[in-house]
């Protein structure tokens, strides 16, 4: 079986195509970063433009690297949400139209859905059921995944997700967006031990998180470092950061271990743009030592927004998850 997966939700233009017997054969990524850079954010009518210019010459370029003709396709998978709306329905669009032209059936992938689902496209799957932690610039939730489509989330936080935490805390220091790897690689030269952070939320029951306090918390400390000399100035931020790099990856190590015991599951599944970050891995790979549990992550180019986990997931519901008919619908906001 052969799925080609489209991926638009934001400003990652994705490409795939899955094959059963041989795995990702096709993969495509376009990253608007530039594009949206000297905003600061992702703009989201920029981001809808851009998916416009590049999705369709994606697809040619997969279906090439594939060896793929159109026919030899069984579906085409889409993401439906959550997302912004109009890079949402560009993506949709296309999925649609091309599923009317050649004569195949669309499938709307939920977005968290192919992220929980992409370490399953590595060598070492983890078996159901499992916990997911989802660590992304929009979404930061502690899932209890009991088999293919059977998610309970049973955590998340209630104001920030934990990557935007880390792009707002960058920008304030002057980083580039988006600013969480290059926050985590200041950190590398930096000491937080003298600086430190709370861990939100962690001193009551519960899994949910927060992370905006902690974005607030380091913005007092950058500012009150403004007067320095520029030599200074540069050690107090990477000082900073690792004190904030830490309190972040030490609240999600709480509440992960936290649910593993709610949850009695020895599996954990990590996902996401945040899944990236080195400290993060790290300290995961201890505390699962030190459970005798293990630990799973999709490789790099899976963790962030990508085309081959929402083919995944495509062939995960085909053909149960064939859309009814051929309207056009996305999901801007829509629970897990
Ligand atoms: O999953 P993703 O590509 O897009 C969303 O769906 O949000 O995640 C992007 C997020 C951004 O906030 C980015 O700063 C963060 O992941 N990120 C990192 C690292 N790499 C990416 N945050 C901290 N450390 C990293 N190494
Ligand atoms: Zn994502």
């Known amino acids: 079986m052969r799925i080609l997966g489209i991926e638009s939700s934001c400003d990652e233009s994705g490409i795939a195509v899955y094959d059963s017997e041989k795995g990702i054969i096709a993969h495509q990524l376009y990253s608007q970063v530039k594009l949206h850079q000297e905003y600061g954010g992702v703009v989201p009518e920029l981001a809808s433009r851009d998916h416009v210019r590049k999705i369709i010459p994606l697809i040619k370029a997969s279906l090439k690297q594939a060896n793929c003709q159109p026919e030899s396709l069984n579906a085409i998978a889409y993401t439906q949400g959550p997302g912004l709306i109009g890079a949402l329905l560009v993506g949709a669009s296309i999925a649609k139209s091309l599923a009317v032209a050649w004569n195949k059936p669309a499938i709307g992938i939920h977005h968290l859905e192919g992220h929980l689902l992409a370490p399953m496209l590595e060598d070492k799957q983890p078996e159901f059921p499992f916990l997911a932690l ?43 967006y988006p600013g969480g790897p290059l926050l985590a690689r200041l950190a590398e030269h930096g000491d937080g031990s003298e600086q430190p952070f709370p861990r939100p939320m962690t001193d009551r029951p519960g899994l949910d998180f927060s992370f905006s306090g902690l974005k607030t918390f380091a913005a007092n400390r950058i500012y009150a470092c403004d007067d320095l000399p520029d030599a200074a100035k540069q050690q107090v931020r990477a000082n900073i950061a690792q004190a904030f790099q830490d309190a972040v990856v030490d609240t999600l190590l709480i509440k992960c271990k936290r649910a593993l015991k709610q949850t009695g599951y020895t599996r954990l599944v990590v996902a996401g743009g945040v899944s990236a970050n080195t400290h993060l891995r790290n300290q995961l790979a201890l505390l699962m030592k030190k459970l005798n549990g293990e630990v799973f992550y999709p490789r790099h180019e899976y963790c962030t927004d990508n085309g081959a986990m929402i083919a995944y997931a495509g062939y995960c519901h085909y053909p149960h998850g064939v859309d009814a008919d051929s309207s056009i619908e996305v999901y801007p906001r829509w629970p897990l």
């Open 134 to 176: 989802l660590v992304s610039g929009g979404h930061t939730m502690l899932v209890s995944v009991s088999g293919l489509g059977e998610y309970q989330i049973i955590g998340e936080s209630i104001d920030d997700a934990a990557g935007e935490a880390f792009d707002k805390t960058a920008k304030i220091m002057g980083l580039a």
